[in-house]
Nanobody
């Protein structure tokens, strides 16, 4: 019913930048929240950034001032611009949306994309 297609990711040197994008499709009536999570090896998945339908943003303390989340409502797409990247940003990044489908709100996840920051 809902598909999330993730693009971006890859290998970057410390101090560099990457941009992730996630496009949602399907019979979506509304998207209250869109966001990005990441999971480093041996660690739990954690919220990196999220944005609500009213453009309220939330960031993990570790990325504040370096990462920027944005969205394109018409395209149902969320982006994560990652600047001044650090080796500790390495991990698998997942797109997440809460979406209203057939009157029911649910959680949907995209495929993970590997982000590796070399020192």
């Amino acid at each position: 019913q809902v598909q999330l297609v993730v693009s971006g990711g890859g290998l970057v040197q410390a101090g560099g930048s990457l941009r992730l994008s996630c496009a949602a499709s399907g019979r979506i009536l509304g998207i209250p929240t869109m966001g990005w999570y990441r999971q480093a090896p041996g660690k739990q998945r954690e919220l990196v950034a999220s944005i609500t339908e009213t453009d309220t943003t939330t960031y993990a303390d570790s990325v504040k001032g370096r990462f920027t989340i944005s969205k394109d409502n018409a395209a149902k797409t969320v982006h994560l611009q990652m600047d001044s990247m650090k080796p500790e940003d390495t991990g698998v990044y997942y797109c997440h949306i809460s979406a209203v489908v057939a009157g029911i709100i649910g959680d949907y996840w995209g495929q993970g994309t590997q982000v590796t920051v070399s020192s």
